[in-house]
Every structure is written in structure tokens, then in C-alpha cells.
């Protein structure tokens, strides 16, 4: 069965504008909602673009029952705390979500087309003046610059994934060996058949992790060379975060 579950705060806000700690929240649902994703339980997730609606958010996915709609939402950041209030109506999906394989594809696509681009004008700046090579050489760094936090961005939202996912297998066994205790097989199961996914959803992620791990390291490696080559000629570059 599928289900859509809208999820708003329990106050009537002040103000359109988000708060610090509502944008922390919704990057922890929306990390979490993705974790769900990859398993194959939330099929969409979003909210409108009008202001100060980014606190409505829905989210379409699957359950065995009512009762299994509302465990899950209940788990939901902000929800389980009591900041948030949610309501669930069972939902046909027509046009199901793209494959998590093509989607890592057009990534890996995107990140190649960008490095592309970036060796195209690097083999620029010899046929130009001095001039317009410094402008390209900037650009060309600005450019990795800004690739080289997403790419840490992203690489640290899969290391967050990997780790809450390790917390709710571990929890699963904790709700797994009580039903068992209790002499509740069914629930006991139910409990094991949950945790099964989340560890192969912890594999996968992991798999994930390893790649981006790669995928900082060559990047900073590329950021440090431009940015090298950039003071050798005299250029004042921006100093280079924490994480790069």
C-alpha cells in the first residue's frame, strides 16, 4: 500500500522565513527520507517553493498497513520529537521514482562533464593574453572551488547516512530481541524483515561512500594544483576552507 504523509509544524509560525534550527531539521528529514528512498519505502518527497512553505512537507510511500503507515511516520525528525504534526491518506503513485542506478549515473555524467569543461579552458589560457588568461585561470579555480565543497558536501551526507543507518540496525535488534523476549514472533519478524533492509541499504551506501571518498581526494588534488599554479603567477586566490 502507499501512503502520503503531510508533515507541519504543531505553532503557527511568525514568519515566513525559516530559522536556522527549521533548515537544520528539514536537512535532517530530507537526509533521512533519502536513506528511506534508496530502500525503496519513500517514493517522493518535497514541498512547495512559496514562502515559508518548505515547513509543509510531503512525502509519498509505502507500508503493509495503516498501522505500519503511522510507525513509520512517526519516526520521522521533528515528528517523534513533537515539533511537528503529520497526517496520512493512502495514495496511488502512478509514475514511480527513477532508479537510484540511473540517477548515480547522470551524477557521475555531470561531474565528468565538469572536468571537461575545466580542461577546456585550461587549454585555453596559452593561446590568450596575459589578461585574459588570468580571468580564465580564476574562473577555472572558482569553478573547481565550488565543485570541491559540493563534492565534500556530499561525501559527508553519505558518511551521515552510513552512520544512522548503523543506529537504526542496532535499534532494530534491540525491538527484534524484546519481541522475542515477549514471546511476540510476528512483531520479532517484522523487526528482522526491517533491519535485513536497512543493512542492505547500509552496503550500498558504504559502496557509495568509498566512491566519494575518491572522488574529494581528486578533487582537492585538482584544487591544490590550480591553486598552486594560480600564486606562481602572482594571482591572489581565496583562501581554501577547512575542508578543502
Do not use: C
Amino acid at each position: 500500500m502507499q501512503f502520503l504523509a503531510t508533515v507541519r509544524p504543531v505553532e503557527r509560525p511568525s514568519s515566513n522565513n525559516l530559522t536556522l534550527e527549521e533548515r537544520a531539521l528539514l536537512s535532517v528529514q530530507l537526509a533521512s527520507l533519502h536513506e528511506h528512498a534508496r530502500q525503496g519505502v519513500v517514493a517522493f518527497a518535497g514541498f512547495s517553493r512559496n514562502a515559508g512553505e518548505e515547513r509543509f512537507l510531503n512525502v509519498v510511500f509505502h507500508a503493509g498497513s495503516e498501522e505500519d503507515a503511522w510507525i513509520f511516520v512517526r519516526e520521522i525528525p521533528g515528528v517523534k520529537e513533537g515539533t511537528l504534526e503529520v497526517q496520512i491518506v493512502p495514495y496511488l503513485v502512478l509514475i514511480d521514482r527513477l532508479p537510484d542506478e540511473w540517477r548515480e549515473s547522470q551524477i557521475s555524467v555531470k561531474m565528468m562533464q565538469q572536468l571537461a569543461e575545466a580542461q577546456r579552458l585550461l587549454d585555453q589560457i596559452s593561446s590568450q593574453s596575459p589578461e585574459e588568461a588570468e580571468r580564465t585561470a580564476l574562473l577555472l579555480y572558482e569553478r573547481s572551488r565550488s565543485q570541491a565543497l559540493e563534492t565534500i558536501r556530499q561525501r559527508n551526507n553519505l558518511a551521515q547516512m552510513v552512520e544512522d543507518t548503523g543506529k537504526r540496525i542496532h535499534l532494530l535488534e534491540e525491538k527484534e530481541e524484546a519481541a522475542r523476549s515477549a514471546g511476540d514472533l510476528l512483531r520479532a519478524e517484522q523487526m528482522a524483515k526491517e533491519k535485513r533492509a536497512y543493512q542492505a541499504t547500509r552496503t550500498r551506501t558504504q559502496k557509495s561512500l568509498e566512491q566519494a571518498n575518491e572522488n574529494v581526494e581528486a578533487v582537492k588534488l585538482a584544487l591544490r594544483r590550480q591553486r598552486d599554479a594560480l600564486t606562481h603567477r602572482g594571482t591572489v586566490v581565496p583562501e581554501p576552507s577547512a575542508n578543502q
